[in-house]
């Protein structure tokens, strides 16, 4: 994974410092948010808080509006720190830290829960860097996703082990039947496979990838269509089928994934030597 530098924090900031994100659960996975350890701290004390979106610059976040925050915020004149918490997989300890803020808006959450409220936490200065790099790295990932959904990664021992893929064989479920495959490339936007069939009864077909991932070891299914077929030399029975993935289901660990090794292979070219992800 490429090493985050001064100058990347610095430019992650100036392209996306007021880009919101929303804190799926997809989203709180891919990043580590520790949600237990999130909360609005104000004159010494703290109250849980369920953060809904953020920026680099505010973030909105849900919490129960107790007569003790009340009194605080009035006494505080606003002024509160809302701590992030990240799990750390190499380590033992989380990465935790506090961001310097104010309220500048309150929202009721919903009838139906008249204590909740939707907060406006307005920054009070540029958040730390850990915060910068976890927001800028998704945001990347997700603007790559769209301009750079076509650059394709070869499949090879190296590039496996940079992706963090547990092997090159898995299994792709087609038309509701499950068969083995080799993955040959890979994509934002999709992957070519080989597999054992008869080329045109597969083509047009609905279809579901399996992703087998080291560190943690777990395995992401990305569904899409198998769009079209290479046949492979000399054997009739096997082919290349190229498969899109459906957008809106591409897991934001393999844009991650996907986006930093592309950010490998553009450090490692020469200076005026063309980017090609191909080996």
Known sequence: MPVTTSQQIARYYDQFQKTDITFTK???????????????????????????????????????????????????NNMVSLRFCFVQRDKTDPLSFFVSAKISGFT????????????????????????????????????????????????????AKRLGLRAKETQIIIDGVPRRAIIRDLSFAGAKVIILGIAKFLVDKQAVLRIDLLDPPESLDIAGTVVRYEPVEGRPDIAAFAVLFDEAQVPMKYKLRINNYLKYVKLKKPAGERNDTTE
Request: net charge positive.
């Open 108 to 159: 009721p959450y919903g009838k139906d829960k008249p204590d909740l409220f939707f907060l406006t936490v307005s920054y009070t200065q540029r958040p730390p860097d850990d915060l910068i790099e976890i927001l800028g790295q998704m945001l990347e990932a997700n603007l790559n996703s769209s301009k750079r959904k076509d650059d394709r990664i070869v499949v090879t021992a190296d590039s």
């Open 26 to 76: 997809e989203v709180i996975r891919a990043i580590l948010l520790h949600p237990k350890q999130v909360y609005l701290k104000c004159l010494g004390y703290q109250w849980p808080c369920i953060i809904y979106s953020t920026s680099m610059s505010e973030a909105r976040v849900i919490v129960n509006m107790q007569k003790s925050l009340k009194e605080s915020l009035q006494k505080a």
